[in-house]
């Protein structure tokens, strides 16, 4: 095959494939290496989620801020931590999980703050505009 008829062809699978967002390629790529490792530890898949949580010399560790709301780490059948490191980093990480409405309830308080902050933000705005959209007042002078 020829430099030009590899190029071809790799445009062509590139067009059959279709368009997804950053957020979109990093998610598929997140779970797929997440749902791997709780098949291959043969963990719960359905009434936790998971996370991985850093230990790293120079910057501490977030483990002890995830145990505080909830979340165990993971221990395998031989009852060892789940664990990986960062090859160009050195970063040691543990597997971490939390039950499912533990995790959802978390979600649901973060979102009514942001809410309540949204809404407070809004009702300084201007109020021809629906809630979304109410941000507060600009205040612009031209300096002579």
């Keep these: 095959m020829t430099d030009q008829t590899k190029k071809d062809h790799a445009i062509s699978n590139a067009a059959k494939k279709p ?5 979109q390629r990093a998610d598929i ?6 749902v791997d490792i709780i ?13 991985w949580a850093n230990i790293n010399g120079a910057t501490g560790s977030n483990i002890d801020k995830y145990e505080q709301v909830g979340y165990d780490i993971c221990l ?3 009852k060892k931590t789940i664990t990986r490191t960062g090859q160009s980093t050195g970063i040691t990480q ?7 409405e533990l995790f959802k309830e978390i ?7 942001v809410r309540e902050i949204e809404e ?9 505009l629906p809630s979304p959209y109410m941000y507060g007042d600009v205040v612009s ?4």
């Design 76 to 78: 395998d059948e031989e």
């Design 107 to 113: 979600q649901y308080h973060k979102l009514a703050e």
């Design 29 to 34: 790529l997140t779970n797929k290496v997440k």
């Design 39 to 51: 098949k291959k530890h043969k963990l719960d898949e359905n009434g936790f989620k998971y996370r």
């Design 141 to 144: 002078s031209v300096i002579k």
């Design 120 to 128: 407070e933000m809004g009702k300084k705005g201007n109020n021809d």
């Design 19 to 23: 368009i997804l967002t950053a957020r």
């Design 94 to 100: 543990y597997l971490m999980r939390i039950p499912i």
